[in-house]
């Protein structure tokens, strides 16, 4: 293209400006990203059977804040930490954790835009199994619905993954869930778990000190220290919200009891 617009005005200069056009147009060939014709589409495969469109969704999750959750032997903790990008931003208008049903809540790392519009229709969802059976809807019958709503973005043209994870804890007659779903639409179940970018070292911690039979109390406290492990500076009372879903529903503590359980690990 550069040799098609650019002819020589000096017959003396016609090869050398030529020649250097050519070598800077090697150069940027070469330069490309190796997923180049291959990530634009978000349902076409590259030859070694990747989506680069759920991939570069996946390194939204890994640049959100930390998420945590773990059950104990009366249902599941979840523990959030917001952090804030400038000591002017109040901490409050961030969300992070929401409440789905009675029984449901539900975490999130990566795009925030995202996820809201998840928890919307994750919360139209319960609504909806309320309103035609009459009864609350099952957690893995949720999870299961929500991921193939997320796995139709990585099927059709127009559209793009959401670049949002999510953990789903939630207590049902068939007992007590902790799901984490990812921008594929893939799920899975945990006994303790972890979304963001913290997930490594929160997963490290839990494989070591994870008990079934821990308390709630015993297991705020793990979660807490686990996350903190994750993070380069200390667990800040204002951004930290811990959750508990059980037999009596899902329940945010007050920030003076999370200031307690901070206290403790201090």
């Known amino acids: 293209v550069a040799l098609h617009h650019q002819e020589c005005r000096d017959a003396q200069d016609s090869i050398r400006p030529r020649f250097i056009r050519l070598r800077l147009g090697f150069i940027s060939l070469t330069m490309q990203p190796s997923g180049r014709g291959y990530d634009s589409g978000v349902s076409t495969f590259s030859p070694d059977g990747r989506l680069y469109q759920v991939e570069y969704a996946r390194e939204s999750v890994k640049r959100g804040t930390t998420t945590v959750g773990l059950k104990y032997r009366d249902g599941v903790i979840l523990i959030v930490d917001k952090r804030i990008s400038s000591k002017l931003v109040i901490a409050d208008s961030i969300e992070k954790m929401y409440q789905i049903d009675d029984h449901i809540g539900i975490t999130t790392s990566g795009l925030v835009a995202d996820a809201r519009q998840l928890v919307d229709r994750a919360r ?17 019958s949720l999870v299961k619905k929500m991921c193939d709503h997320k796995q139709s973005f990585t099927q059709y043209g127009g559209a793009r993954p959401f670049g949002t994870a999510l953990l789903i804890a939630g207590i049902d007659d068939e007992g007590i869930h902790l799901f984490e779903t990812d921008p594929s639409g893939a799920y899975q179940s945990y006994q303790a778990g972890a979304i963001g970018r913290g997930r490594s070292a929160v997963i ?63």
Request: aromatic share 4%; net charge negative.
């Open 124 to 140: 139209v969802q319960c609504q909806v199994n309320r309103m035609t059976y009459g009864d609350s809807i099952a957690v893995t």
């Open 204 to 266: 490290d911690r839990f494989e070591t000190s994870w008990k079934a039979n821990m308390t709630q109390n015993a297991a705020i406290k793990l979660g807490l220290e686990a996350l903190r492990e994750s993070l380069e500076d200390d667990l800040n009372s204002d951004t930290v919200e811990i959750a508990v879903v059980n037999s009596e529903g899902y329940h945010k503590l007050e920030h003076e009891i999370t200031l307690k359980h901070l206290e403790k690990i201090s």
